[in-house]
Each structure stands twice: as structure tokens, then as C-alpha cells.
């Protein structure tokens, strides 16, 4: 079974506090031994900004972030590849493949001109917000959001399309979302999430979200943070999160968006409390043991944990 996976914060660790992406103990919940436990292929690498930054500042921290990516795939060719285009998707094999992916459009500044080149530095899709408002739209931790896309919103989205990026609609309000909809002409995607009927917060997606994204093509990661998953996840007495969770996420996800458009975008090393037994990418066989369990067929196991992003990835990326 190979694995591809939405959305990581991976390389901002190592970014941050040096750690070596070979090594299997060294405290990444996603790396090279485990990835090439589990058969991973694919890894959209989040280039996260945090809210301290903003202006010229983000697009640093930004660049700084694609750098050390760059400084490890040219380090290791033997084990990592960028895939830039549909051509790179189709050679996928033996190396990982790596995708940066902004999370937050901070480090645009409100400039179009900066898409193209974060594009030419190998960016191939844009979640719009994080957490809090940018020059795109208010994010999903501002209370009571009600700013959807700004004019720059609408633009960006035009030449992301023009380029061959992905429109990333995780962490937006319902306001920035709907307008994201009206905005779009190729699929978007939600690349890690949870499932608003499970834990009802901003943060997750309903069911007309889901429906949407599944009605354009698009596709949808579900996450493995357990706040996502379980209401009251850290609190006490709380039975803690598990695949079990994940599982019912993906199910519903499966229900609602259908079967070719849902996926897993675990958001590994954006976090530090795991699931009981999902505790890095080396513990993926539990999901697949519970998917199993739960009915799903070994074809529909295999969409989820790759084909599914691959094939959305096929149509967004350049030909």
C-alpha cells in the first residue's frame, strides 16, 4: 500500500530546531525510515508562517523554510525528489517526493507578483489563511469571522489557477469559504481537517463544505489532531483519540464527498499530543487495520491513503 499525505509541518521543524530528517528517533513525527516503512510517495510540506510575522518578514520566513527543503533534496537525492508538474507525479517510486504547499498567504503581502515566485521556488498550492486574518480573509480563530475573499483573494486565486496551484480552503470561515466556491473554475481542496459533525468548531467542515469540495472535483484531508477528532480530546478523564476516530471522519467524509475525493492530510509535527495509536507515520498500519475492519475494500483503503490525492494533485499541477 503507498501512502501520500496532504500536509505535514515537517520541514518547519527542522527549520526551527535542526533535527535530522534520516534520523528514525530524533524526534520527527514523519521521517525517512518511517516513510519508507509505510511505502510514503508523497508529502505536501506545509512552509507555515506564524502570526508574529507579517510584510517582508513572513515572505523571509517563508524562504527560509523552502531553503532547508531544498538543502535536504539536494543532500539526498538518492532519497527525495521535488514534483513540480503531472510528469514528476508519474515517476513516483522508490525517492519521496516533496511538495512545498504555503500555509497561510502571509508571505505574499498582498503582492501577486510574489505567487510567481514562490511558484519558480516550487510552491504548488496555498492554504488562504491560518488562524488568524491575512490579506486574503479572516481565518478560522478570529472570533465571529465574517470577512470573506479580499479583491488581492480573488486575484490570487485567478493566477494560482493560471500557474497550476492548488487552492487550499483549510482553516477558512464558512464567509472566505463560500466566496472560495463562487471563485473557483478547477477543483480545490481542504488539505487537513476534521469533520464538523464529530467536533463542531470552525476549524472543522461541514457537511455542505465536505459536499463542495466533493462536487468540484476536489479533495479532502482528513487530519489526525485529536481536538479534531474528539470532543474534549485533552481534557480530563477523556478516553483520548484514537484510529477509531479517524476512522469515523473518514467514513462520514467518505459519505458526504464521495468516494474518489477524500484522503488523509495528517498534519504530523504540527503537534505534539498524537493519537493513542497514531503516534507518527510509522503507526499507519492501525488505520489501515481499521478501515479494514470497518468493511472498507482494499481498493477504496488504497484511494484514501494515496490514489485519491494523486489524482487530485493530477489535475491541478502542470501538465
Not at 519508507?36 to 506545509?46: E, F, H, I, T, W
Not at 496551484?165 to 463560500?178: E, I
Not at 462536487?215 to 487530519?223: H, K, L, M, N
Not at 475525493?261 to 487495520?289: A, K, M, Q, W, Y
Request: charge should be negative.
Amino acid at each position: 500500500m503507498r501512502y501520500a499525505d496532504a500536509h505535514a509541518d515537517t520541514f518547519y521543524r527542522i527549520t526551527l530546531e535542526a533535527l535530522d530528517p534520516l534520523d528514525r528517533d530524533g524526534g520527527l513525527h514523519v521521517n525517512v525510515p518511517r516513510m519508507r516503512d509505510v511505502g510514503q510517495v508523497l508529502q505536501v510540506c506545509s512552509v507555515f508562517t506564524p502570526k508574529r510575522y507579517s510584510g517582508k518578514p513572513a515572505e523571509d520566513f517563508a524562504r527560509r523554510i523552502i531553503a532547508t527543503l531544498d538543502h535536504w533534496a539536494d543532500a539526498q537525492p538518492e532519497v527525495f525528489t521535488r514534483v513540480r508538474g503531472t510528469a514528476d507525479l508519474a515517476a513516483l517510486g522508490e525517492r519521496h517526493g516533496l511538495i512545498p504547499w504555503l500555509e497561510g498567504a502571509s508571505p505574499l503581502r498582498g503582492e501577486i507578483a510574489l505567487v510567481d515566485e514562490f511558484f519558480q521556488l516550487g510552491v504548488r498550492g496555498i492554504g488562504l489563511v491560518h488562524n488568524h486574518a491575512n490579506e486574503v480573509a479572516d481565518g478560522c480563530g478570529i472570533p465571529d469571522p465574517r470577512r470573506g475573499l479580499s479583491e488581492f483573494g480573488r486575484d490570487l486565486i485567478a493566477r494560482m489557477e493560471k500557474l497550476g496551484m492548488a487552492v487550499d480552503c483549510a482553516h477558512l470561515p464558512q464567509p472566505g469559504f463560500d466566496d472560495v466556491m463562487r471563485a473557483v473554475t478547477r477543483p480545490p481542496c481542504i488539505s487537513h481537517v476534521g469533520a464538523r459533525r464529530f467536533v463542531d468548531i470552525v476549524r472543522n467542515a461541514d457537511d455542505a463544505m465536505l459536499r463542495a469540495i466533493g462536487e468540484r472535483g476536489g479533495f479532502a484531508g482528513i487530519d489526525f489532531y485529536p481536538e479534531h477528532l474528539l470532543p474534549g480530546a485533552f481534557e480530563p478523564g477523556s478516553r483520548g483519540a484514537s484510529v477509531e476516530d479517524v476512522a469515523d471522519h473518514l467514513l462520514h467524509a467518505l459519505d458526504v464527498c464521495g468516494v474518489d475525493h477524500v484522503g488523509l492530510g495528517g498534519d504530523f509535527d504540527g503537534f505534539n499530543d498524537t493519537c493513542s495509536d497514531l503516534r507518527h507515520i510509522g503507526d499507519l498500519p492501525n488505520l489501515e487495520r481499521e478501515l479494514a475492519k470497518r468493511g472498507l475494500s482494499e481498493a477504496v483503503i488504497e484511494k484514501i491513503f494515496s490514489a485519491n490525492l494523486l489524482r487530485f494533485l493530477g489535475e491541478v499541477l502542470p501538465h
